[in-house]
């Protein structure tokens, strides 16, 4: 008895599987143009089928973990490309993605609506597609119930009212990490972030190695956490507010956005060399810049469209905010100090 | 059964062999030679380099000893649940036994959001004892603590050592520690002079498994040890994602392969020679109906222990599932059937469940195809071949899934085995890490049945199939269950290669909560601890089933 059940389990098994496997797209006939991503991008359906009914094709994404993987995945892939097009390269790894000359330039005709602060890459390899700023959250209620004034610049960040209430992400694992430092290299200097962070490793700040564990382990307005100061985006406050279970008057967190606390993070696309349909990648770029899919960005990706004709959610215009005077360094810089940068910060903050 | 020759036991091997050659060992090679010989140039500065600072030498240092220390501590807190599992009948046994084994599905983040909850600083535990006593500040300080890495490898591996151990337990008859006693033993003697050298292998099987993990434990770390602490596999990590650093990621790869192998042929050959051959029992001779006031005391208390355990972090996820900002609702649930933002990418639960059990079969069907060749291959002492192929054959529970998934990259990329972007290669590589549990589960009741049993039945005239089929099937049969049930629940829980080789269109319920934690907002995180529950739910429910099957109208297997 138990012996037929096993051998209809085998049976089952392997019918499902041979039946996943053989069910294949080539037999819709209908050119498909492979995306490679990170984990956090998304689209809606409603935008995704507009663009895929007027070009006749069908879009495929790969997403394979987060943007750093996603891109040395896209680089070691080089001889044989996983994808045609590759979103989601952000301005810490662009000097890494450029170098590995992995992508063709496009001009496209819509860079004409995008932000030109954003265009970093004067070939056009690699086009900006959205940006956002990585700042300090920090948990309104807990600042109110303290009668505490909420800290507005980095060097109020050491000061002793505020010791013990921040929880940062390592830069050797977190891409918001290390744009947070970042920050603090190009606010304090080369010669001073070292010290910076010195004296904010005697504040006690606590270090975590996501962003998950940071916001949903450490973070006072988003769980049990005991800390009200976290970093995050400037836009997570409408995203809060957004994924609230009930629309609050007001948003439970903010971001603290004064001039020269955040890092401006820029994310590109760009055309993959040896891409199987490169008339069509074009295409994808050109829909990625466009309008219907730059207005989608605020709400899937909580990040802020680089198309300066997208209209912004009221949400988003609302709760979400921009960095009066960001970081911004260049991306060549990064790319040759980002090692010695983080060593430093581990040597001064972990050991 | 009479030894397969030469030719069998080679041919009993190819296909394992096969299969790590292609899906292990090519991928590796291609990695290693790209990382290591750019353009065909060996270069070995990076190995130089790996050892001319301490800290490589720190971090496995680290890694060892918190593995071996995780490791005691399971297999101790364990045995006396695995005791009283081999020997007792009590009622809602088999329930107990499928909750313990939820752990071991559960995602790093998902188990670390529990412990959180329970322990952490602003935690329940914590909340009681402050309003209680009457602290003014959190008495119980584990966040960021070893304490804190070792609890959580406890919770994951309890169920490995009951599981293993408790099944290789009941097959042996209680009479050989009764006849010690009455010979004058005390009980602690007779456990430790005749009883612990016979479940000797059993305890060794499940050890190694728990090292290996713990050995290579990413999640847990990187989450509740946070950044101060590194295993191999999370500098690894660190090297290739973040730094892009591929040489010094794969001499790390190297240096883990080889102190792993080196450990395991230690093993291996300790092992070899702690078989003590004995015929296992049926279970209705070795396993007792609750009857005196001392079995009561000693198996529920047991049990209860275990469950305060293993079940209080479980509780509190379901409690966080639960708890809204108005009170006790289903809102979360009610959420994760909707696709509120209209996303593609959005994953309905059944679908997510429905692959996440399928992966899972494929995963069981192959780990036993591959896994039962191995086990019986090697429960024979072949000399050279055995010790050597014996570690081998463990190396991919102990190799970085970074390192495999950037060798399935660049070395499955070309007809006709471009498999980067098919469905096949995500159970094929959940196949890598569950089969060898597969092996473990089965080998010590291999090796332990007497050479005389099988001889008799061939001197009796029964063709050697008919021996594996009538004489040893039925003898290691609890064990190729216990096996094929660790297959299925290393497939249904893994997330590192599901992530590296993930298709949106594919969705697993591990990949659907980290899509949920990946946002802010309260639902989000609400909707990540109601599907949490629903991975428990389906889990303990997969085990049911499949214990059902096993203890079905056919008997017990």
Same mark, same amino acid.
Request: glycine letters at 6%; one cysteine or more.
């Given at each position: 008895?138990?012996?037929?059940? %096993?051998?209809?389990?085998?049976?089952?098994?392997?019918?499902?599987?041979? %039946?996943?496997?053989?069910?294949?797209?080539?037999?819709?006939?209908?050119?498909?143009?492979?995306?490679?991503?990170?984990?956090?991008?998304?689209?809606?359906?409603?935008?995704?089928?507009?663009?895929?009914?007027?070009?006749?094709?069908?879009?495929?994404?790969?997403?394979?973990?987060?943007?750093?993987? %996603?891109?040395?995945?896209?680089?070691?892939?080089?001889?044989?490309?996983?994808?045609?097009?590759?979103?989601?390269?952000?301005?810490?790894?662009?000097?890494?993605?450029?170098?590995?000359?992995?992508?063709?330039?496009?001009?496209? +005709?819509?860079?004409?609506?995008?932000?030109?602060?954003?265009?970093?890459?004067?070939?056009?390899?690699?086009?900006?597609?959205?940006?956002?700023?990585?700042?300090?959250?920090?948990?309104?209620?807990?600042?109110?119930?303290?009668?505490?004034?909420?800290?507005?610049?980095?060097?109020?960040?050491?000061?002793?009212?505020?010791?013990?209430?921040?929880?940062?992400?390592?830069?050797?694992?977190?891409?918001?990490?290390?744009?947070?430092?970042?920050?603090?290299?190009?606010?304090?200097?080369?010669?001073?972030?070292?010290?910076?962070?010195?004296?904010?490793?005697?504040?006690?700040?606590?270090?975590?190695?996501?962003?998950?564990?940071?916001?949903?382990?450490?973070?006072?307005?988003?769980?049990?956490?005991?800390? +009200?100061?976290?970093?995050?985006?400037?836009?997570?406050?409408?995203?809060?507010?957004?994924?609230?279970?009930?629309?609050?008057?007001?948003?439970?967190?903010?971001?603290?956005?004064?001039?020269?606390?955040?890092?401006?993070?820029?994310?590109?696309?760009?055309?993959?060399?040896?891409?199987?349909?490169?008339?069509?990648?074009?295409?994808?770029?050109?829909?990625?810049?466009?309008?219907?899919?730059?207005?989608?960005?605020?709400?899937?990706?909580?990040?802020?469209?680089?198309?300066?004709?997208?209209?912004?959610?009221?949400?988003?215009?609302?709760?979400?905010?921009?960095?009066?005077?960001?970081?911004?360094?260049?991306?060549?810089?990064?790319?040759?100090?980002?090692?010695?940068?983080?060593?430093?910060?581990?040597?001064?903050?972990?050991? | 059964?009479?030894?397969?020759?030469?030719?069998?036991?080679?041919?009993?091997?190819?296909?394992?062999?096969?299969?790590?050659?292609?899906?292990?060992?090519?991928?590796?090679?291609?990695?290693?030679?790209?990382?290591?010989?750019?353009?065909?140039?060996?270069?070995?500065?990076?190995?130089?380099?790996?050892?001319?600072?301490? #800290?490589?030498?720190?971090?496995?240092?680290?890694?060892?000893?918190?593995?071996?220390?995780?490791? &005691?501590?399971?297999?101790?807190?364990?045995?006396?649940?695995?005791?009283?599992?081999?020997?007792?009948?009590?009622?809602?046994?088999?329930?107990?036994?499928?909750?313990?084994?939820?752990?071991?599905?559960?995602?790093?983040?998902?188990?670390?959001?529990?412990?959180?909850?329970?322990?952490?600083?602003?935690?329940?535990?914590?909340?009681?004892?402050?309003?209680?006593?009457?602290?003014?500040?959190?008495?119980?300080?584990?966040?960021?603590?070893?304490?804190?890495?070792?609890?959580?490898?406890?919770?994951?591996?309890?169920?490995?050592?009951?599981?293993?151990?408790?099944?290789?337990?009941?097959?042996?008859?209680?009479?050989?520690?009764?006849?010690?006693?009455?010979?004058?033993?005390?009980?602690?003697?007779?456990?430790?002079?005749?009883?612990?050298? &016979?479940?000797?292998?059993?305890?060794?099987?499940?050890?190694?498994?728990?090292?290996?993990?713990?050995?290579?434990?990413?999640?847990?770390?990187?989450?509740?040890?946070?950044?101060?602490? #590194?295993?191999?596999?999370?500098?690894?990590?660190?090297?290739?994602?973040?730094?892009?650093?591929?040489?010094?990621?794969?001499?790390?790869?190297?240096?883990?392969?080889?102190?792993?192998?080196?450990?395991?042929?230690?093993?291996?050959?300790?092992?070899?020679?702690?078989?003590?051959?004995?015929?296992?029992?049926?279970?209705?001779?070795?396993?007792?109906?609750?009857?005196?006031?001392?079995?009561?005391? &000693?198996?529920?208390?047991?049990?209860?222990?275990?469950?305060?355990?293993?079940?209080?972090?479980?509780?509190?996820?379901?409690?966080? #599932?639960? #708890?809204?900002?108005?009170?006790?609702?289903?809102?979360?649930?009610?959420?994760?059937?909707?696709?509120?933002?209209?996303?593609?990418?959005?994953?309905?639960?059944?679908?997510?469940?429905?692959?996440?059990?399928?992966?899972?079969?494929?995963?069981?069907?192959?780990?036993?195809?591959?896994?039962?060749?191995?086990?019986?291959?090697?429960?024979?002492?072949?000399?050279?071949?055995?010790?050597? /192929?014996?570690?081998?054959?463990?190396?991919?529970?102990?190799?970085?899934?970074?390192?495999?998934?950037?060798?399935?990259?660049?070395?499955?990329?070309?007809?006709?085995?471009?498999?980067?972007?098919?469905?096949?290669?995500?159970?094929?590589?959940?196949?890598? &890490?569950?089969?060898?549990?597969?092996?473990?589960?089965?080998?010590?009741?291999?090796?332990?049945?007497?050479?005389?049993?099988?001889?008799?039945?061939?001197?009796?005239?029964?063709?050697?199939?008919?021996?594996?089929?009538?004489?040893?099937?039925?003898?290691?049969?609890?064990?190729?269950?216990?096996?094929?049930?660790?297959?299925?629940?290393?497939?249904?829980?893994?997330?590192?290669?599901?992530?590296?080789?993930?298709?949106?269109?594919?969705?697993?319920?591990?990949?659907?909560?980290?899509?949920?934690?990946?946002?802010?907002?309260?639902?989000?995180?609400?909707?990540?601890?109601?599907?949490?529950?629903?991975?428990?739910?389906?889990?303990?429910?997969?085990?049911?089933? /499949?214990?059902?099957?096993?203890?079905?109208?056919?008997?017990?297997?």
């Amino acid at each position: 008895m138990e012996h037929r059940v %096993a051998l209809l389990f085998v049976i089952l098994a392997a019918g499902c599987f041979l %039946a996943g496997c053989t069910k294949n797209d080539a037999a819709l006939e209908v050119p498909v143009v492979t995306v490679m991503t990170h984990d956090s991008f998304s689209i809606g359906k409603e935008v995704l089928d507009g663009f895929e009914k007027e070009q006749g094709v069908r879009l495929r994404f790969l997403k394979s973990g987060d943007a750093g993987a %996603a891109l040395n995945q896209a680089i070691l892939s080089k001889e044989h490309p996983l994808a045609d097009v590759f979103y989601g390269v952000d301005n810490t790894f662009m000097s890494r993605a450029l170098r590995a000359n992995i992508f063709v330039p496009y001009s496209s +005709p819509l860079l004409s609506c995008i932000n030109e602060s954003l265009v970093l890459d004067k070939t056009h390899r690699l086009v900006p597609v959205d940006y956002g700023d990585v700042c300090v959250n920090y948990d309104r209620a807990w600042f109110s119930q303290e009668g505490l004034p909420v800290p507005e610049s980095l060097d109020d960040l050491v000061r002793p009212e505020y010791s013990g209430l921040l929880v940062v992400e390592n830069p050797a694992t977190s891409s918001p990490g290390l744009a947070f430092l970042l920050a603090t290299v190009g606010t304090c200097g080369e010669d001073g972030f070292v010290e910076f962070w010195q004296a904010l490793r005697k504040n006690r700040v606590l270090v975590t190695d996501g962003w998950e564990d940071a916001y949903w382990g450490k973070f006072s307005a988003a769980s049990k956490g005991g800390r +009200p100061l976290v970093v995050s985006y400037a836009a997570s406050p409408a995203a809060e507010v957004y994924f609230a279970e009930q629309p609050p008057e007001s948003a439970p967190t903010a971001a603290m956005t004064g001039s020269g606390t955040a890092f401006r993070q820029i994310e590109f696309a760009g055309i993959l060399k040896g891409a199987r349909q490169p008339e069509l990648a074009r295409r994808v770029i050109d829909f990625l810049l466009d309008t219907p899919f730059q207005q989608e960005i605020p709400l899937k990706m909580f990040m802020f469209p680089a198309n300066k004709n997208a209209r912004l959610p009221e949400v988003f215009t609302e709760h979400a905010r921009l960095a009066s005077r960001p970081v911004i360094l260049d991306p060549e810089v990064i790319a040759e100090r980002r090692d010695a940068w983080i060593r430093a910060w581990t040597e001064t903050v972990l050991q | 059964m009479r030894p397969p020759g030469n030719r069998a036991a080679i041919l009993l091997v190819a296909l394992p062999l096969a299969f790590l050659g292609v899906f292990y060992f090519y991928p590796l090679f291609e990695i290693f030679s790209l990382s290591l010989a750019p353009g065909g140039q060996w270069d070995p500065g990076n190995i130089t380099a790996l050892f001319s600072t301490g #800290s490589s030498l720190r971090i496995l240092w680290f890694t060892t000893w918190q593995a071996a220390l995780s490791t &005691v501590l399971t297999v101790v807190l364990a045995l006396p649940a695995a005791y009283v599992f081999a020997r007792y009948r009590f009622p809602g046994k088999s329930l107990i036994q499928s909750c313990t084994t939820i752990p071991f599905v559960l995602p790093s983040v998902v188990v670390a959001a529990a412990f959180s909850a329970l322990l952490g600083d602003r935690g329940l535990a914590n909340e009681w004892l402050m309003v209680i006593w009457g602290f003014s500040s959190p008495p119980i300080r584990l966040e960021q603590s070893l304490a804190f890495i070792l609890m959580a490898h406890v919770f994951y591996n309890f169920t490995v050592v009951l599981r293993i151990v408790g099944g290789f337990w009941s097959r042996i008859h209680p009479g050989l520690s009764h006849a010690a006693q009455v010979l004058g033993a005390s009980p602690w003697q007779a456990f430790w002079k005749v009883t612990f050298p &016979v479940l000797r292998p059993g305890i060794m099987a499940a050890s190694l498994l728990v090292f290996i993990f713990c050995f290579s434990s990413f999640g847990v770390i990187l989450i509740l040890g946070g950044p101060r602490y #590194s295993t191999i596999e999370v500098a690894i990590y660190r090297q290739a994602v973040h730094l892009f650093n591929l040489p010094m990621a794969a001499a790390l790869s190297l240096l883990q392969i080889c102190f792993m192998f080196a450990f395991m042929w230690v093993y291996t050959r300790l092992q070899r020679s702690a078989s003590v051959p004995f015929a296992p029992e049926s279970l209705k001779t070795t396993q007792r109906d609750i009857v005196t006031n001392r079995d009561r005391v &000693v198996v529920w208390g047991t049990v209860f222990l275990m469950l305060l355990f293993l079940a209080s972090p479980l509780l509190a996820l379901v409690v966080c #599932s639960l #708890s809204t900002g108005s009170g006790v609702s289903l809102l979360y649930y009610r959420a994760i059937f909707q696709n509120a933002g209209q996303s593609i990418f959005y994953i309905p639960p059944a679908l997510a469940i429905g692959y996440s059990v399928w992966f899972a079969l494929v995963t069981l069907v192959l780990s036993l195809c591959i896994g039962l060749p191995v086990a019986i291959f090697l429960s024979r002492d072949r000399g050279l071949a055995t010790s050597l /192929l014996d570690p081998l054959f463990m190396l991919p529970l102990a190799t970085s899934a970074v390192t495999l998934g950037f060798g399935y990259i660049v070395a499955l990329d070309e007809p006709p085995l471009n498999l980067r972007a098919s469905l096949i290669i995500v159970p094929l590589a959940h196949t890598l &890490v569950a089969y060898p549990f597969v092996v473990r589960s089965i080998l010590p009741g291999l090796r332990s049945i007497p050479a005389h049993i099988m001889e008799s039945a061939v001197l009796l005239g029964a063709a050697p199939g008919k021996v594996w089929w009538k004489v040893v099937a039925p003898m290691v049969r609890r064990s190729l269950a216990v096996g094929a049930v660790f297959a299925f629940t290393v497939s249904i829980g893994e997330f590192g290669a599901t992530v590296f080789l993930a298709r949106p269109e594919i969705p697993t319920v591990p990949l659907a909560i980290y899509r949920f934690l990946g946002q802010p907002g309260a639902m989000n995180y609400g909707q990540a601890m109601a599907m949490s529950t629903i991975l428990m739910l389906v889990t303990a429910a997969g085990f049911l089933f /499949l214990e059902k099957l096993r203890t079905g109208p056919g008997g017990e297997f």
